[in-house]
């Protein structure tokens, strides 16, 4: 897929698929990031205990090499390391790679404290602040890990307060980190506590909260409760920017929840920051968007396992199911495929009604015929309107151009022949070209292969453009004529349309929605012709091809040119912008 993210993560794996390289996978892909991944360990663990295999370090800076040399990776985030020769294995490999390639976004969470007790010795996390945290972007830590490395470090500090929690980021990123993120859980704050905490040494202090800290929302009935629940905060600490040496802390407050032991959250915070900084965005935001995937993946934890952290971070909180299926060989039109596949019976209807039938048959009573064709005619103002109303839409010439275009070609098809426009001339000439700029020929060659035609069948029945200004407008044709131009004028409200159990959301007025208005012409008469042409093609068919007085007609939708429109068309708008459509 071009242009597609792709992250890299160094860790163990987790059988249960709760944490580890698996729940990075399922965290990368949520954000919808391709998932590289590097083995440091394999594990058999479950919800009681773990046991691992430990690989080689030189078979850990092989697969970095192999994968870094084959596919560009956006961003890089590391967990369990396990020992000290791994780390190093990664750090030489993150260092030649960042010196022949430039850097790219490096998130370290390799400090582990596990709720069994220290995961790393000593000497371990050491060689991690050594040569990890000189390349990290940003190093990830839970309270526990940070006074544990801090420890070790030699600055002693027990975290019990958010002001607490200022002062152990900013020791952090004393340690060559270029910024720090302190995991909050351990230290309960209030509101009170958040709003006036000082940062250390007059440094620059904001917040960014999920829900509102002090504005005015007595109207939502929820102000007592924010006031009274714990809350935990989330610290972010780094240098206002890269020529000051001030700080800038960022706190991400959250309520504090109830659920306990809900493995796979600090990976899925740290695996959510490497996506979004290495979708470009800037770490502030990144770490906001991090956090708050972290906080709806634990509100919607469910249960599985017997043991200790028993409770599954729900990586795909936030993915749904596809609207519209991406493009692929064997769907190339996913949204039209959707649509007719969703309205399969009245489509069918359509596409056999008994007018085509007879029509096949060569058996279509004369007067019905021209009854079709003088209506189609009274209809062709309408759908002109209608390319009028796309082009007052339209914000580019080009695609104001061609709408323009497109209105002349159904003019232009009436005014030079007396005998007028012909049955369902609506789309072939307008939808065929598609409304982007893009100049095309299946539009031209309509127009000159449909004028031949309508002159042709006109002065046959001997029609003139004064029989059609005189005929009565149908109440089918200033319906559906009706129909187009509400479509067009609309501009707030919205089209609703059921898929089977589910309801989409279009915006009606949006270009989409007219275009796909209009766009039932051009699919609906490209199908009959289709349709016709094969079914005259079976043995001992029920469709009259030679001596059929409505061959002119079936020949010119099944045709190429037309064909060539219809293919145009639907290629034009074959998947909309996630903008335009939504599911309610």
């Not at 897929?1 to 059988?15: H, K, Q, R």
């Not at 000497?123 to 070790?152: H, R, W």
């Not at 914000?395 to 275009?405: M, Q, R």
Request: charged share 20%; hydrophobic share 40%; net charge neutral.
């Amino acid at each position: 897929m071009p242009g597609i993210t792709a992250v890299l993560t160094i860790a163990g794996t987790d059988p249960n698929g709760k944490e580890g390289i698996q729940a990075d996978l399922k965290t990368f892909a949520a954000h919808g990031c391709h998932g590289t991944s590097v083995v440091t360990a394999v594990t058999a663990q479950n919800t009681f205990g773990v046991q691992r295999h430990i690989m080689p370090p030189d078979f850990v800076e092989k697969q970095i090499t192999s994968t870094l040399k084959d596919i560009h990776v956006h961003a890089i985030k590391t967990g369990t390391l396990f020992d000290s020769e791994i780390t190093k294995s990664v750090a030489s490999s993150l260092r030649t790679h960042f010196r022949q390639h430039g850097r790219v976004p490096f998130i370290c969470d390799s400090v582990h404290v596990s709720d069994y007790g220290v995961v790393l010795s000593g000497e371990d996390v050491s060689t991690i602040v050594k040569e990890l945290f000189p390349l990290a972007q940003v190093i990830v830590l839970s309270e526990a890990e940070a006074q544990y490395l801090l420890n070790i470090e030699g600055h002693p500090l027990k975290i019990t307060s958010l002001r607490d929690m200022l002062v152990t980021a900013q020791n952090l990123l004393a340690l060559g980190p270029q910024a720090v993120l302190l995991k909050g859980g351990q230290t309960i704050v209030s509101i009170n506590d958040i709003l006036t905490v000082k940062a250390p040494n007059d440094a620059s202090l904001e917040i960014k909260s999920d829900f509102p800290l002090d504005d005015n929302i007595e109207i939502l009935g929820i102000s007592s409760m924010l006031e009274t629940k714990d809350h935990v905060v989330d610290v972010l600490c780094r240098a206002s920017s890269t020529e000051s040496k001030a700080l800038t802390f960022t706190l991400y407050p959250r309520l504090g929840l109830k659920s306990k032991n809900v493995q796979g959250a600090d990976a899925a915070l740290s695996a959510a920051l490497a996506c979004a900084l290495g979708n470009e965005v800037p770490v502030g935001e990144a770490v906001a968007q991090a956090t708050t995937f972290t906080r709806l993946g634990i509100e919607t934890a469910s249960s599985l396992g017997k043991g200790n952290g028993s409770l599954s971070l729900n990586h795909l909180h936030s993915t749904s199911s596809l609207i519209v299926q991406p493009k692929t060989s064997r769907y190339p039109y996913p949204l039209i495929f959707k649509f007719i596949q969703n309205t399969a019976a009245v489509w069918k209807q359509y596409v056999r009604h008994d007018f085509v039938v007879q029509l096949g048959r060569g058996t279509l009573d004369n007067k019905s015929f021209q009854h079709f064709i003088k209506q189609d005619y009274l209809y062709l103002k309408y759908y002109a309107r209608a390319y009028a109303l796309l082009a007052s839409k339209f914000n580019d010439f080009a695609s104001i151009n061609a709408a323009v275009e497109a209105v002349l070609g159904i003019s232009g098809e009436i005014t030079p022949h007396a005998s007028g426009p012909f049955a369902g001339v609506c789309l072939c000439c307008l939808s065929s070209r598609p409304l982007n700029g893009k100049q095309g020929e299946p539009w031209k060659l309509l127009t000159s292969r449909k004028n031949a035609m309508h002159a042709s069948f006109f002065s046959q029945w001997g029609t003139s453009l004064q029989d059609l200004e005189r005929t009565p407008e149908s109440p089918a044709t200033t319906a559906y004529g009706a129909f187009l131009i509400d479509t067009g004028l609309q501009g707030k409200s919205d089209l609703l349309c059921a898929f089977r159990t589910r309801k989409f959301k279009f915006y009606r007025g949006d270009t989409t929605v007219l275009i796909m208005a209009v766009a039932a012409c051009l699919l609906g008469y490209g199908e009959v012709g289709l349709w016709l042409k094969k079914e005259a093609q079976k043995p001992n068919s029920w469709v009259k091809w030679e001596g059929n007085p409505y061959l002119e007609w079936i020949e010119v939708y099944a045709g190429e040119e037309y064909q060539a429109g219809v293919v145009s068309g639907i290629s034009e708008y074959s998947v909309p912008p996630s903008s335009r459509i939504k599911v309610i």
